[in-house]
């Protein structure tokens, strides 16, 4: 029977994989073992069971937002009146169904949510304003453009066993 991993289950090594997989997920399982300290065997071990109990969730490739024409990253503030579980329901299907959703969080404090959203120009954010908001009522919507990106990562830092 698998367990869920929690971060006292995983040892040094453990956390040698994650942060060489997140910086490199094409390596060779061979690859990954030699910059860890394993052989293949042990390290495909573990690699599958960091997958089994959720911690290594996908493996994807990362692409350059304006090399594929989407230039305008926007953080959306959004306040609602209505804190329902069904409201809270719809919104967050119709939010997951947006592709330019990147990021979408429920927050504490003054704003209820925050999104990151990736559009190709301001027509575009345009488009997904008027969309977001004729599909649910919302309180206030608030949104930031960002000027320039200085660090994007998806890395985690990983903490020591």
């Not at 073992?33 to 293949?40: D, F, I, M, P």
């Not at 919507?141 to 200085?150: G, K, L, P, Q």
Request: charged fraction near 25%; glycine fraction near 6%.
């Amino acid at each position: 029977m698998t367990t869920s991993a929690s971060p006292r289950s995983m040892d040094a090594i453990d956390r040698k994989i994650l942060a060489v997989v997140q910086d490199n997920a094409s390596l060779s399982v061979a690859e990954i073992g030699q910059r860890v300290g394993l052989s293949s065997t042990p390290c495909w071990k573990r690699l599958q069971r960091l997958e089994a109990d959720g911690v290594i969730t996908k493996r994807v490739a990362l692409i350059e937002p304006e090399k594929i024409g989407l230039g305008v990253t926007v953080f959306v503030s959004i306040e609602t009146g209505d804190h329902s579980q069904d409201w809270l329901k719809k919104f967050a299907d119709v939010v997951k169904a947006m592709p330019e959703v990147m990021e979408f969080y429920r927050m504490a404090g003054d704003v209820d949510y925050m999104l990151r959203v990736v559009v190709a120009d301001i027509a575009g954010y345009d488009t997904f304003y008027k969309k977001l908001i004729g599909m649910i009522p919302l309180k206030n919507v608030t949104s930031r453009f960002a000027m320039e990106r200085i660090k994007s990562t998806t890395a985690l830092p990983i903490p020591p066993a």
